[in-house]
């Protein structure tokens, strides 16, 4: 079955990395809202052009993907992409440890050296960076972007459209709010409400206040 991938920059590379790799589709090409990017080649495949495309060479009858890390962006295209009748197709890389029993969503991307343990569920269009790791009975909601060698304990829930930064661990039964900010490193001991950014060890809010980002580093 053919795929395309929206989005040429360097999260679709790493996208079209991984479905090779994981040989279910054939890669058909990128797409791309950029003009500057039409007609280059991205990892060997042709960026076709914009979203015109899908319709005037028939690739909508063709799962998506969108390949793009930011996650406002990502549900807006999804959003773009959903309203032509597109559907989408996943990206899991064969590296991934993944139990049986996870609950993976429409447009999740998993790379490589990622584990997701018993009991969790992964929304949405979702990205599960490399080598992050889920443990058991988390909930992940839409658009949720978990970022490289990140760690998440047992029960945590992620609500939608929030980005959990590099090696940032989160500590068992927490719960971060929709549209939040995870600094990377930072140390989650305790619930993070809605829309909030928490950086350090032990993660704290800087919302509306000046911060000293200084202070966060362990010499």
């Given at each position: 079955?053919?795929?395309?991938?929206?989005?040429?920059?360097?999260?679709?590379?790493?996208?079209?990395?991984?479905?090779?790799?994981?040989?279910?589709?054939?890669?058909?090409?990128?797409?791309?809202?950029?003009?500057?990017?039409?007609?280059?080649?991205?990892?060997?495949?042709?960026?076709?052009?914009?979203?015109?495309?899908?319709?005037?060479?028939?690739?909508?009858?063709?799962?998506?993907?969108?390949?793009?890390?930011?996650?406002?962006?990502?549900?807006?295209?999804?959003?773009?992409?959903?309203?032509?009748?597109?559907?989408?197709?996943?990206?899991?890389?064969?590296?991934?440890?993944?139990?049986r029993d996870v609950q993976i969503g429409p447009g999740v991307m998993i790379m490589a050296?990622?584990?997701?343990?018993?009991?969790?569920?992964?929304?949405?269009?979702?990205?599960?960076?490399?080598?992050?790791?889920?443990?058991?009975?988390?909930?992940?909601?839409?658009?949720?972007?978990?970022?490289?060698?990140?760690?998440?304990?047992?029960?945590?829930?992620?609500?939608?459209?929030?980005?959990?930064?590099?090696?940032?661990?989160?500590?068992?039964?927490?719960?971060?709010?929709?549209?939040?900010?995870?600094?990377?490193?930072?140390?989650?001991?305790?619930?993070?409400?809605?829309?909030?950014?928490?950086?350090?060890?032990?993660?704290?809010?800087?919302?509306?206040?000046?911060?000293?980002?200084?202070?966060?580093?362990?010499?």
């Amino acid at each position: 079955m053919g795929i395309t991938i929206f989005g040429a920059g360097g999260h679709g590379k790493v996208v079209a990395d991984v479905l090779e790799r994981q040989a279910k589709y054939k890669l058909l090409g990128f797409l791309d809202d950029n003009p500057e990017w039409w007609g280059k080649e991205i990892y060997d495949y042709k960026v076709l052009g914009g979203l015109d495309i899908l319709i005037s060479q028939g690739l909508i009858r063709y799962p998506i993907i969108v390949g793009v890390g930011d996650n406002q962006a990502r549900q807006q295209l999804v959003a773009r992409l959903g309203s032509l009748g597109c559907h989408f197709g996943q990206a899991i890389h064969p590296s991934a440890q993944i139990a049986r029993d996870v609950q993976i969503g429409p447009g999740v991307m998993i790379m490589a050296n990622v584990v997701v343990n018993p009991g969790s569920k992964i929304g949405a269009h979702t990205i599960l960076n490399t080598g992050a790791s889920i443990d058991h009975d988390c909930i992940i909601h839409d658009f949720v972007h978990i970022s490289p060698g990140a760690v998440l304990a047992g029960n945590v829930v992620v609500e939608e459209s929030t980005h959990i930064g590099m090696a940032s661990s989160i500590l068992p039964g927490i719960k971060i709010g929709a549209h939040c900010i995870v600094g990377a490193g930072a140390v989650v001991t305790k619930d993070v409400p809605a829309g909030h950014t928490v950086v350090g060890v032990p993660a704290r809010s800087i919302n509306n206040k000046e911060y000293d980002f200084t202070s966060l580093v362990k010499m």
